[in-house]
């Protein structure tokens, strides 16, 4: 056998205690036969199903017992065929021992490989655990389990073990539980792993459907000094399952050439410009890159004298607090650094440095070179990952941080920061606090739903179920979505039915309002100014104007008009196509007030010019620019008292506008108690004579 291939035996208990979740169960599996087409196509699968009515086995006819255990399958290459065994599992009608299964498919992995393939051969025991197991001829339970271990390391098989436990009131002796689940605990070795499940989501994401070997990124020295090197190998934590790579296919290979490839080679051609007749050889052309109005031609031999060509290595830049990391600096995928295997002297070395490290809240930053020839250095951060587990050692999590070109500084006001009548009160506060409790998926003494090592991508899971369909119907339609698969996309029905009240509370919190489909959005302020509720129509006016729900057309506002400016200069704000927009806006309002009043002509501006200078106030609010309208507020009166146009200023100390406080915006330097900006009025003088 080739040594990319796997040998696998699949065991499923099909008794009674299991129908509930075989169709659960058949799914994963046969999603399990579908990726072995795609990736592992020639991968040799058998499957063993105990629990059932009948027995068919070799052990039975050799040496008798092992009943009620059937091979489905004997061990040979993927195909269809084995897919559909999976699709139709029997309904068993006794009591499965799961320890007979195991020693069944033992037999058949030793019968077909023999002693080759060590490492290539796995064994995947799915059951519930729940039935007892038979008494052994000799010995007792404990010592026929260790013995099976035992030619389970000679023979270099592995096991993956999915322990079923759905439903949460079978009717079971416990004791039998705890002994299963101690029998299985026994029969787990080093390359063995055992995963309970509560649901069917889990399950999916609990078989392991693909086999990956482990490569390493990286083997080489952990420089910390000229003078202090460990041995480490660094390997892939994470890393983004993708779609398989779609080939060009061609069909003009003989229907009844089996040996075909069906590949299609591509070549392509350069041929000059002036004369499309000629093709340019290799040797006649070079690349360029655009250099502001020109083209700069650089050969091979230039670019590769260019390149930055770095020693490999990984060397240690310093240390710093765990909390000057954020999260968001995390780029691609997670790699695991561990101390050369064997090398104890390295093992310690690595263990005591994450120790130290967790201890002081530490995260180590270094420069990292994976391969001789890389034409780019990462620099990245090594967080402690100390081992709860006597048998593995401790290791660090290591992520690629980001340069400054990589960093995408966008600036957003906190929520923080505005005023008290944007922010919830208590109440919506206490609504929002149960909404979040109800929808925690990892409820304090409760299985934790859709954990990332248990919960499968949907999507690539509904496209292998697609891609089955089509290898035997290529005209059948794309299948509507999994319910299983349904869970993992869309909150639980069953727990929304189950907290209406708590819904419908939190939407009572909370104003909903239409918010009509427009071809330009627009930004709305609703809120009333602070203040008393006796502070004019002037100010009522304008805030209606801001919340109107007709805006402009969908050409993008670049300057403000006569006839509607307040909703213009709301447009303006609204834009994001830019970084400037926001300041153009309040710009072009200042510009529109002192228009207005310079050609007013007995205060027939008054009015429009009140709506725009509410307009900017609010708008200053929202972009938390206070001092830039209070510095305008004083500027304006002095301009009125200029002009001479003290009934402006009444108007709008009538009105109650007035410079933004802090109670209004944090970043306001005015208290609110502080006097109004407005001069007093001037009392009329005696005539002299």
Known sequence: MARNKEGLVLVIEVGPSMHGVLPEVEKVCCLLAQKKLIYGKYDEVGVVAFGTTGTKNDLTVEVGGYENVTVLRDIKVVDG?????????PRGGAPGDFLDAVVVGMDMMIKKYKETNKGKKRLCLITNAVTPTRNPYEGTKEDQVKTVAAQMMTHGMKMDCVVVRAQKDWDVDKKIVEENDFLLGLLSNKSSSKVYV?????????LRTRNISPVTTYRGDFELSSIMKIKVWVYKKTCEEKFPTLKKYSDKAPPTDKFAS?????????????DPKRVVPPEQRIKGYSYGPQVVPISSAEWDAVKFKPEKGVRLLGFTDASNIMRHYYMKDVNLLIAEPGNMKAVLAISALARAMKEMNKVAIVRCVWRQGQTNVVIGVLTPNVSEKDNVPDSFYFNVLPFAEDVREFQFPSFSNLPSSMQPNKQQQEATDKLVQMLDLAPAGKEEILPPNLTPNPVLERFYRSLELKSKDPSANVPPIDETLRRITEPDPELLHQNTAVIEEFRRSFELKENPKLKKSSRRIREKPTGSSEEGEGIAAAGQAMDATEHMSTVKVEKLGDSNPVQEFE??????????????????????????????????????????????????ILEQEPKQFNDFLRHLIKFCQELHLDSFCDILASNNVMLISKSEAPESDIPETETPVFPPKKEPKADDH
Not at 198 to 206: C, D, E, F
Not at 581 to 590: C, R
């Open 262 to 274: 069906h590949e299609i080679k591509v070549d392509y051609e350069y041929r000059s410009i002036e």
């Open 571 to 620: 447009a303006m704000m609204s834009r994001r196509d830019g970084p400037n927009w926001v300041s153009k806006a309040f710009q072009s309002m200042k510009d529109k007030i002192f228009n207005l009043l310079e050609n007013s002509i007995g205060g027939d501006t008054y009015q429009k010019s009140l709506e725009c200078l509410v307009a900017l106030r609010k708008g200053c």
């Open 198 to 206: 509560g649901n069917a989501t889990s399950l999916l994401g609990a």
């Open 81 to 89: 065929d084995l897919v559909d065994v999976l699709h139709q599992l």
